[in-house]
């Protein structure tokens, strides 16, 4: 499967449960993650890959970046994922 279509999938997911989902098509920084998801007061990026892919050194480091200013920032590799780490880190569905 396509990390595009993994993208659609988390995001209609998302959608579904009452998130404000975007894609991050060109940002000012390099290695940010593809996915933006907000509700209420919580927001989260989600890098997403397909089975077997892996983070650039510069997603690495910007990922880590941001980790650092206290965001929740993740690597997803189908919905399930999403769900599971949601739950890990306390962010409610």
């Not at 996915?35 to 997603?59: H, R, T, W, Y």
């Not at 650092?68 to 569905?93: R, S």
Request: with cysteine; net charge positive; proline share 2%.
């Amino acid at each position: 499967m396509t990390e595009q279509k993994i993208q659609k999938q988390i995001s209609d997911a998302l959608t579904a449960k009452g998130w404000f989902v975007t894609k991050l098509i060109k940002t000012t920084t390099n290695g940010v993650p593809d996915v933006l998801a907000c509700k209420n007061d919580q927001c989260m990026f989600i890098e997403v890959k397909k089975p077997g892919g892996k983070l650039s050194k510069l997603q690495e480091f910007t990922h880590r970046q941001m980790r650092g200013k206290g965001l929740t920032v993740f690597v997803a590799y189908g919905v399930d994922d999403v769900e599971v780490i949601m739950k890990l880190k306390g962010i409610k569905l």
